[in-house]
Structures are given as structure tokens and as C-alpha cells.
């Protein structure tokens, strides 16, 4: 599936990552600058905080209470914010977007 990414300034990223793998891992398999992930995707650091395009929040899965307890942390936190370790890419996930944050910490 394509998923896009685009940068808090505004610069967008396609990649094509396979089902199974996480919105994280695509966007470090791919380069994408702005997902950090410290913790390498065990939901304990926050730092692949980004926000699931509105149209794209109902077609991912919630997050559970250990993802929610870790959204508490993350900088300039919203509605749509989601750690992207926590979400494995489906095929249904074709197209979807993701805005990065202007930083991590
Ligand atoms: Fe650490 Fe997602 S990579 S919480």
C-alpha cells in the first residue's frame, strides 16, 4: 500500500511499504525525516508521534490504553495524533496520509 507522509514543512513523501509492517517502519525504511523512534517501536518513547489525516482516522484502528498513556507525552498533541509504531499498515491503508509534527521532543 502507498502511504504519504508529509513533513511539518509541507514536503511530501510516497512510499510503498508492505502489509504487516508498521506506519514507523515505513517511514524509516524510506528515510522519511521526522519519525524518530528512539524506542523502536515498543511504545515507550513517542517519538513517531504524527497525525493520521482526518478523512483516515476512522480506517485505522484505535489506539489502546498503553498507546493513549504515551499520546499524553507527545508535543503539540491533537484529536488525530497517533503513535505510528502501533499502527500496522493493511491493504485498506492504501493512500493514507500522515502529517509529521514540527519536532519529536
Ligand atoms: Fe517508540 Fe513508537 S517508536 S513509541
Request: hydrophobic letters at 35%; a negative charge; one cysteine or more.
Amino acid at each position: 500500500p502507498k502511504i504519504t507522509f508529509i513533513e511539518h514543512n509541507g514536503k511530501q513523501h510516497d512510499v510503498h511499504e508492505q502489509v504487516g509492517r508498521s506506519l514507523m517502519q515505513a517511514a524509516v525504511d524510506h528515510l522519511v525525516p521526522g519519525i524518530v523512534a528512539d524506542c523502536g517501536g515498543s511504545c515507550s518513547c513517542a517519538t513517531c508521534h504524527g497525525y493520521v489525516d482526518t478523512a483516515w482516522v476512522d480506517r485505522v484502528p484505535p489506539a489502546d490504553l498503553g498507546e493513549q498513556s504515551m499520546l499524553e507525552c507527545v508535543i503539540d498533541g491533537a484529536v488525530n495524533s497517533r503513535l505510528t509504531c502501533q499502527i500496522k499498515i493493511t491493504p485498506a491503508m492504501d493512500g493514507l496520509i500522515v502529517r509529521l509534527p514540527k519536532t519529536q521532543f
